[in-house]
T-cell receptor, first 112, second 114 residues
Framework: TQLLEQSPQFLSIQEGENLTVYCNSS?????LQWYRQEPGEGPVLLVT?????EVKKLKRLTFQFGDARKDSSLHITAAQPGDTGLYLC????????????FGTGTRLTVIP | DAGVIQSPRHEVTEMGQEVTLRCKPI?????LFWYRQTMMRGLELLIY????????DSGMPEDRFSAKMPNASFSTLKIQPSEPRDSAVYFC????????????FGSGTRLTVV
């Protein structure tokens, strides 16, 4: 059983379209991170959100942490082929440990 | 800094052989994590260390898997004996300890057991 479920699992869109990826859990997290992974490489950290309701923007990417800190979303505006990759959310529990629980992943393909 | 360095990048071995994966974390990071990634199960935490001490190894599949961190700059993950179901990409990541610090991942070791 995965602690963090992401949807959709696969997403293929045309360049210039907008999209939203969701990360949901029944558990509360003290913080949540988003990573992007390209083929043959390890995941790379995009952002960390800590406060319930927090919104962070990274160029065309907007990240939001749910008010109850159980869910998060990633919105990409005007997607580009360079956005193609596997997007992973990862949460840190409130136990004091710093190990992250990773989501199931969303594989995004942006078609030129 | 060169980032987290893993070796080898690719390993093909026969069932029953011993496999050793190596990791050099980022200098100054005091937490190290070993993950396994497959299409079916995604990223699974195997074990992690804080200040070279194993904290949680509950993700290690079975006794065939062992991990060590003899010092702050080196860790190994050993599989003995290896089985075809161990085939996966194994990632090492390092971080500062604390809930809000992100991980820096290595490029992974793609293991194929035939």
């Amino acid at each position: 059983t995965q602690l963090l479920e992401q949807s959709p699992q696969f997403l293929s869109i045309q360049e210039g379209e907008n999209l939203t990826v969701y990360c949901n859990s029944s558990s509360v997290f003290s913080s949540l991170q988003w990573y992007r992974q390209e083929p043959g490489e390890g995941p790379v950290l995009l952002v960390t959100v800590v406060t319930g309701g927090e919104v962070k923007k990274l160029k065309r990417l907007t990240f939001q942490f749910g008010d109850a800190r159980k869910d998060s979303s990633l919105h990409i505006t005007a997607a580009q082929p360079g956005d193609t990759g596997l997007y992973l959310c990862a949460g840190a529990r409130q136990t004091g440990a710093n190990n992250l629980f990773f989501g199931t992943g969303t594989r995004l393909t942006v078609i030129p | 800094d060169a980032g987290v360095i893993q070796s080898p990048r690719h390993e093909v071995t026969e069932m029953g052989q011993e496999v050793t994966l190596r990791c050099k974390p980022i200098s100054g990071h005091n937490s190290l994590f070993w993950y396994r990634q497959t299409m079916m199960r995604g990223l699974e935490l195997l074990i992690y260390f804080n200040n070279n001490v194993p904290i949680d190894d509950s993700g290690m599949p079975e006794d065939r898997f062992s991990a060590k961190m003899p010092n702050a700059s080196f860790s190994t993950l050993k599989i003995q004996p290896s089985e075809p179901r161990d085939s996966a990409v194994y990632f090492c990541a390092s971080s500062f300890s604390g809930r809000n610090y992100g991980y820096t991942f290595g490029s992974g070791t793609r293991l194929t057991v035939v």
